[in-house]
């Protein structure tokens, strides 16, 4: 599969319906595949935990969820990247796992949160096969129950969405417990779909700026990662551009 290197991370030169293709033929084998996402706070994360980065490049799929990693592409060099914002393709997503019966456990957010994104879902594609859901923070079902309900229901897809990098580290660590044939990590995906979060206006994402409106529906949460996030990144990419490496890693967890 081609790809380009950001920031030391191979990312997938798929567009949204070339990852669905793989998806459609990987539910029918007998193999475990993992599909991962960075955007920039991903990378700047994925630059000083040496643990998260090789996961990154562990998985079979890692696609670009931010337009900051699509231009990235596009100022290295390489494979011109697509953005496939999680919120943007869920909607084509249920249509084929209706089409096809691919049955969904999902795994994300606080306590209510997948519950609630289940019957938002059920509501609209009557006929897609959400097989069990669980918090991503096990406060309603352990950690063991929950390991216990998806080996027992055996879905075809695991969606987890735990935040960058525990949902990532998660999935690794658990990735021979799980029978699923795709483990997909969705981030705040869930958290959108129940109205926990609201959802960029259509034409703020349309000029990228879906980071900007994040940032004002929750500033105190979210400075860091897009205040001094967002800089950093930059410098990374032109760091790289140059021929550097810039910062090195600092932690290995």
């Known amino acids: 599969m081609n790809s380009v290197g950001i920031l030391g991370v191979n990312v997938s030169c798929l567009d949204i319906e070339g990852i669905f293709a793989r998806v459609k033929e990987w539910v029918e084998g007998d193999q475990r595949r ?50 496939n914002t999680n919120a943007d393709w869920i909607g084509e997503f249920c249509l084929i796992a209706e089409q096809v019966s ?21 509501k609209e594609y009557p006929r897609i096969k959400i097989v069990g859901y669980g918090d991503g923070f096990f406060k309603g079902k352990s950690e063991i129950q929950v390991l216990n309900e998806i080996r027992t229901l055996s879905p075809h897809v695991l969606f987890v969405g735990m935040g960058t990098p525990r949902q990532e580290k998660w999935i690794f660590e658990h990735r021979e417990e799980i029978s699923a044939p795709v483990c997909w990590d969705v981030g705040a995906l869930f958290d959108y779909i129940s109205g926990k979060e609201p959802r960029v206006p259509h034409w703020l994402n349309a000029v990228g700026l879906e980071w900007f409106w994040r940032l004002l529906v929750d500033p105190v949460g979210k400075w860091e990662r897009y205040v001094l996030g967002n800089p950093r990144f930059v410098i990374r990419i032109l760091f790289q551009k140059l021929g550097f490496r810039f910062p090195i890693f600092l932690k290995d967890d």
């Open 34 to 83: 993992t599909i991962l996402y960075v955007n920039a706070h991903c990378l700047n994360i994925a630059s000083e935990d040496t643990y998260y980065h090789r996961l990154l490049n562990q998985a079979d799929i890692v696609y670009a969820d931010g337009i900051s990693v699509v231009w990235s592409s596009r100022i290295l060099g390489g494979c011109k990247l697509k953005k």
């Open 102 to 122: 691919i049955q969904i456990y999902i795994l994300a957010g606080e306590e209510g949160v997948a519950g609630k994104a289940k019957d938002n879902l059920l």
